[in-house]
Structures are given as structure tokens and as C-alpha cells.
């Protein structure tokens, strides 16, 4: 079975930084490209950062380059995302998610984990 | 970066009946390999999200068949036949095609 749990989040200041963890297991984590989706309160879907490690591809979002920082480690099956310099938008829950097929579709995702930004 | 828009952005349904929901892209989503990555999700309260439908119409395992996709190009449309309780939720398309990855804002289908 396929899981993916992320942990990590908390409360930061702005311009503070945390570092998400995002632990995969049930199938071949260095095969599947892997991606942060995040999601504001109430608000929708934004994708974040974007890791290929067989292929050796990363891709961020305007919002966070430069200041997020996406990488794996294949050994330990899990995920990561280093966050800096964090800002009051950045305040989301943050989700780790599958890629699969290519890019046919985001087929498995986290329960997520929350970041809130605050002073 | 490649916008997808959503309409309608909330849609009361009455349990049974059909509902819609169209997506149209800023620029065309096929890919250089022919093919087009545009997929739906649907996002119970609460819940992370859940693929439903993947390349336009192919709808992912365990995903009930009153759920189907169509479109090409530009246009895009999810619809489930008879709405059920468990339905209820925010659902989104999303493009893959380009990157940054892009989702509509959302569709909220509630029960009449």
C-alpha cells in the first residue's frame, strides 16, 4: 500500500525556516518523480516544487525560488522541503504527492502539514 | 505559466441528478509526445486530494463510473451522472503539461 506522511510543520516567524519531511512507502520511490503541492486556509491548490531524482530534474514555483529548496534522499524513501525565509503566505497546510506516469496525474497524496507563519 | 479557469465555482446539485464542470486553459495543454496532461481531483472536507480523472478521460482506479472526463485542446469538462452524498467537495483540473503545474481555483459542489 502506497503511503505518504508528511510531518515538519509548525509555527515560524517571518523570515524563519523549517525543513518538511515527507516519508514514502508501498512502491519504488526513486522511480516517481515527486512533488509539494500547498494549500492556504480556505483557499485552493498551489503547486510548489517539483523533484525527478531518476532524471535529474527540480522545478519551483516563482513564489518560492530561491527560498524553498526540494531534495530527496532514495535510501531513507523520503522527501523533503527546506523552507526559508518564510513569509505570512507562506502560512498553508503542505502536501506531499506522487507523480505518476509521466505526468498523467498526481495519483497519491499526504495528509499533509501545517505551517503557520506568524509573529 | 498556463491558467486554468474553472466555472462554475459553486454548484448546488440535487442527489441523483448531473452536475458539470468546465475548465479552459490559457493555451493549448497537448504536449509534445501527443499527449495531454489534464487531470481532476476532488477534495472532500478535510481531506487531501484524490485523483479521479487523468489524461482528459481516464478515470483512475477505484474512481466510480458515474465520473467522466472529456475535452481536447482547451476545454475541458468533468461530469457525474447521478450525484451522490459522498460527492459533496471542492474539485479541481489540473495541468501538467507545463510547468509550474497549474490547477483551476476550484468548483464547490454541495447538495441542494
Known amino acids: 500500500e502506497v503511503q505518504l506522511v508528511e510531518s515538519g510543520g509548525g509555527l515560524a516567524q517571518p523570515g524563519g525556516s523549517l525543513r518538511l519531511s515527507c516519508a514514502a512507502s508501498?512502491?519504488?520511490?526513486?522511480?516517481?518523480?515527486m512533488i509539494w503541492v500547498r494549500q492556504a486556509p480556505g483557499r485552493g491548490l498551489e503547486w510548489v516544487a517539483y523533484?525527478?531524482?531518476?532524471?535529474?530534474?527540480?522545478h519551483y514555483a516563482d513564489s518560492v525560488k530561491g527560498r524553498f529548496t526540494i531534495s530527496s534522499d532514495n535510501a531513507k524513501t523520503s522527501l523533503f522541503l527546506q523552507v526559508n525565509s518564510l513569509r505570512d503566505e507562506d502560512t498553508a497546510v503542505y502536501y506531499c504527492?506522487?507523480?505518476?506516469?509521466?505526468?498523467?496525474?498526481?495519483?497519491?497524496w499526504g495528509q499533509g502539514t501545517l505551517v503557520t507563519v506568524s509573529s | 505559466d498556463i491558467v486554468m479557469t474553472q466555472t462554475p465555482l459553486s454548484s448546488p446539485v440535487t442527489l441523483g441528478q448531473p452536475a458539470s464542470i468546465s475548465c479552459r486553459s490559457s493555451?493549448?495543454?497537448?504536449?509534445?509526445?501527443?499527449?495531454?496532461?489534464l487531470s481532476w481531483l476532488q477534495q472532500r472536507p478535510g481531506q487531501p486530494p484524490r485523483l479521479l480523472i487523468y489524461?482528459?478521460?481516464n478515470r483512475f482506479s477505484g474512481v466510480p463510473d458515474r465520473f467522466s472526463g472529456s475535452g481536447a485542446g482547451t476545454d475541458f469538462t468533468l461530469k457525474i451522472s447521478r450525484v451522490e452524498a459522498e460527492d459533496v467537495g471542492v474539485y479541481y483540473c489540473?495541468?501538467?503539461?507545463?510547468?509550474?503545474?497549474?490547477f483551476g481555483q476550484g468548483t464547490k459542489l454541495e447538495i441542494k
Open positions: 504527492a506522487r507523480v505518476w506516469q509521466g505526468n498523467s496525474g498526481v495519483d497519491y
Open positions: 508501498g512502491f519504488s520511490f526513486s522511480t516517481y518523480p
Open positions: 523533484i525527478s531524482t531518476r532524471f535529474s530534474i527540480i
Open positions: 493555451q493549448s495543454l497537448v504536449f509534445s509526445d501527443g499527449n495531454t496532461y
Open positions: 489524461k482528459i478521460s
Open positions: 489540473m495541468q501538467a503539461t507545463q510547468f509550474p503545474y497549474t
